[in-house]
C-alpha cells in the first residue's frame, strides 16, 4: 500500500522483504533513497542502513518505525540514517519529507514531524523521479 502511494506520488518505487533482498536491489541498480523498517526479517533496519552507507555511500537511508526512537538513539546507532518517521504515517507527508531528503534540502538528520498519521505498510527502497 505504501509503495502504491509512494509511486501516485511520483517516486519509482522497488520493495523488498528482507535486508537481503534490499541489499541485492541496492548492488543491481543506484537509489536516492531507502526507506528501511527497523524491524526487518534477518538484519535489522539499523544494521541494514550501515551496510547501504558502507556500500552504497550516493543513498540516502530514511528509517522507519512503529517502535519511537529518539535522535539521540538513532545519532547513537551510528548507523548514517539521514531521517527516521515513526508510523503510522501521512503518506503526503511522508512524500514531502522523503522528497526534502532526495533533493539534499534537509542534510541534517531528522524525524518527521509528530503530524503524521495514517497509513502503515512496509516499503524498502525507492528511488525519487529523475530530476
Known amino acids: 500500500m505504501m509503495a502504491i502511494g509512494l509511486r501516485v506520488e511520483g517516486f519509482d518505487v522497488e520493495t523488498a522483504d528482507t535486508s ?3 541489499l541485492e536491489r541496492l548492488a ?3 537509489f536516492d533513497l531507502a526507506l528501511v523498517d527497523l524491524m526487518l526479517p534477518g538484519t535489522n ?5 550501515r551496510l547501504a552507507r558502507e556500500r552504497h555511500p550516493g543513498t540516502r537511508v530514511v528509517l522507519m518505525s512503529a517502535y519511537h526512537l ?23 507527508e511522508l512524500a514531502r519529507f522523503l522528497r526534502s531528503k532526495v533533493a539534499g534540502v534537509a542534510n541534517a538528520f531528522e524525524v518527521a514531524g509528530d503530524a503524521l498519521a495514517g497509513v502503515r505498510a512496509p516499503a524498502v527502497a525507492g528511488a525519487a523521479p529523475p530530476r
Do not use: H, N, W, Y
Not at 45 to 49: D, F, H, S, T, W
Open 70 to 92: 529518539s535522535e539521540r538513539q538513532l545519532t547513537r546507532a551510528d548507523c548514517g540514517a539521514a531521517g527516521f518517521v515513526p508510523k503510522p504515517l501521512d503518506l503526503g
Open 45 to 49: 533496519g539499523i544494521q541494514l542502513a
Open 20 to 22: 537481503a533482498q534490499a
Open 28 to 30: 543491481a541498480q543506484p
